[in-house]
């Protein structure tokens, strides 16, 4: 999400304020200087991405034409062109823009066969789709959802990801709160109790994707009461400018853009640590928007209580609005995200190989998008089904990383804790129910997580005999077959483990 202008700032406004345009001029694409034009532009990136890579996604690109600013190419399936846009729409843009400096935006569309070049074209942005032409890094404002899908559009100077939309966001247990706070201030912003937000989590769940589901929200311009004006940038973004500003001379133009805005979103703040000057600075940016009425969205790591480095005011006001955080992953939200995300990219892939990438993947969202991706993408290069078999192969080296090894102690520690029993009774002799059934459970998840032998996990046990182990892991069996109960605390406990 790099800008080509590092500013990393987006601003937009409801206002409707025309941005300068190019004088319009359609070329089709069988001209013959375009034609040589987009000849270059592939062999670039043939020989960039290698032949296979070319073959696989980049062959069926057609060329459209272009209008005035705009390129347009089409692809002839809805998979191909979202998986091109994303993967190598940036370096088309600049592939596009080394031939013709004028070029400003890459469009992609869903087409087949060659229609004549431009009466497919659609209009250029409408004026009340304009963005206001703020110092700060222009934010085109947000299509109606029905245009997204209509054209996807690649700007190399997008800070806002198109993908990450609430429409996108699979909300579960570990997320909802988090999810609910996101919704009412893209609904009502600076309203009371829920400003600042301060949205927390680790990496891949979910932080940036809910605050730019706000800022295209936000800036909607059907959104009633019309669009209004967001800055959304990471903490290091706004350091970085910070500093230029103060070398250039400019605070003051730098203090205008980021207080004149309605609401400010800053992302990763944990960047801020340790650097004071920007903080201080960011402090009274803060102070000047929370008083004049308006939104502050920030995420981190860490909550304002832990972000230690923080200074003590910086960490009082952070924490004086809605604290929220994004939890780690369950088995279940992890279902709900895959399930979504592969029904999008048009793949059938089996409720098997879902569970199981469910269940081995467990460390953030990112990754498991990351997982999936590479399935379909393999999946959509040999035109074969994704099975179980295909899957171990094609993830195997993400698989080995996650494939952790669980010891006798964690089972020991985790079973303990689920039955509230005390950690040295996995070893005592005390035969009472309470306390032997855990024991035993401790056992069969021991041979099942683990590779011990039967004898070595009976000397974990207090120096039990193998026979003892074997029949715990016998008794265990027969219990979770017959009780549904039962059979479901032991599966939650096994999952734990795996996680
Ligand atoms: P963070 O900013 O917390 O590190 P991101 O917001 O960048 O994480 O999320 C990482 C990836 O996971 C993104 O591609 C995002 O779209 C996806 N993702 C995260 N949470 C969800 C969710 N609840 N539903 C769908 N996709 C999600
Ligand atoms: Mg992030």
């Known amino acids: 999400m790099s800008s080509a202008y590092g500013a990393g700032c987006a601003v937009s406004n409801g206002s409707i304020n025309h941005q300068a345009q190019l004088p319009t001029e359609t070329v089709s694409a069988d001209e013959p200087k375009l034609t040589a034009q987009w000849a270059r532009v592939r062999g670039r990136l043939q020989t960039e991405v290698g032949d296979a890579e070319y073959r696989a996604w980049l062959r069926h690109v057609a060329l459209v034409g272009i209008d005035g600013d705009e390129v347009t190419m089409r692809l002839p399936t809805r998979f191909l062109r979202d998986w091109v846009r994303s993967h190598y729409g940036e370096r088309l843009n600049d592939l596009w823009r080394a031939e013709d400096d004028r070029i400003r935006r890459v469009d992609i569309r869903v087409g087949a066969g060659a229609p004549p070049a431009r009466a497919a074209i659609p209009e250029a942005e409408t004026p009340e789709l304009a963005t206001q032409d703020l110092p700060v890094r222009e934010m085109p404002a ?74 295209w929200d936000l800036m909607s311009p059907s ?56 903080q201080e600075e960011f402090f009274h940016t803060f102070n000047a928007l929370v008083d004049a009425g308006k939104q502050i969205v920030v995420s981190a790591d860490k909550s304002p209580s832990d972000l230690s480095g923080l200074e003590d005011r910086v960490r009082t006001r952070l924490g004086c609005g809605m604290v929220a955080d994004l939890h780690a992953t369950t088995f279940e939200l992890r279902i709900s995200i895959l399930e979504a995300k592969a029904a999008r990219t048009g793949v059938p892939i089996s409720g098997k190989v879902i569970e199981y990438l469910a269940h081995k993947i467990t460390s953030n969202i990112r990754e498991l998008e990351g997982a999936l991706n590479r399935l379909v993408a393999h999946a959509n290069l040999f035109g074969r089904a ?80 193998h026979t003892t182990v074997m029949h715990a892991v016998q008794r265990i069996s027969s219990l979770m077959a017959s009780d549904v109960g039962f059979a479901e605390d032991v599966e939650l406990l096994r999952r734990m483990l795996e996680g």
């Open 142 to 215: 947000r299509a109606a959802p029905a245009r997204v899908e209509e054209r996807a559009e690649v700007r190399s100077d997008a800070a806002l990801d198109q993908r990450f939309s609430f429409d996108s966001f699979v909300v579960g247990k570990p997320n909802e709160f988090a999810h609910a706070c996101a919704r009412r201030v893209a609904d009502h912003p600076a309203s009371q109790g829920f400003n600042p937000l301060f949205l927390y989590g680790g990496v891949g769940l979910g932080k940036t994707h809910l605050m730019h589901a706000i800022a």
């Open 223 to 278: 959104r009633p009461g019309g669009a209004i004006s967001v800055a959304y940038m990471s903490a290091e973004k706004f350091m970085y400018k910070f500093i230029a500003a103060i070398r250039s001379q400019s605070t003051m133009e730098f203090k205008e853009q980021h207080r004149s805005v309605d609401v400010l979103m800053i992302d990763d703040l944990q960047f801020l640590i340790g650097k004071d000057a920007t």
């Open 386 to 465: 994704i099975t179980l078999e295909t899957t171990q192969e094609v993830l195997h080296d993400i698989l080995k990383a996650h494939d952790r090894r669980v010891t006798i102690e964690e089972i020991q520690r985790k079973v303990a804790e689920h039955w509230n029993i005390r950690l040295t009774d996995m070893s005592s002799a005390r035969r009472a129910r309470a306390v032997a059934r855990p024991r035993q459970v401790a056992m069969y998840l021991a041979k099942q997580l683990t590779s011990r032998s039967l004898p070595e996990i009976g000397r974990k046990f207090g120096n039990r005999d």
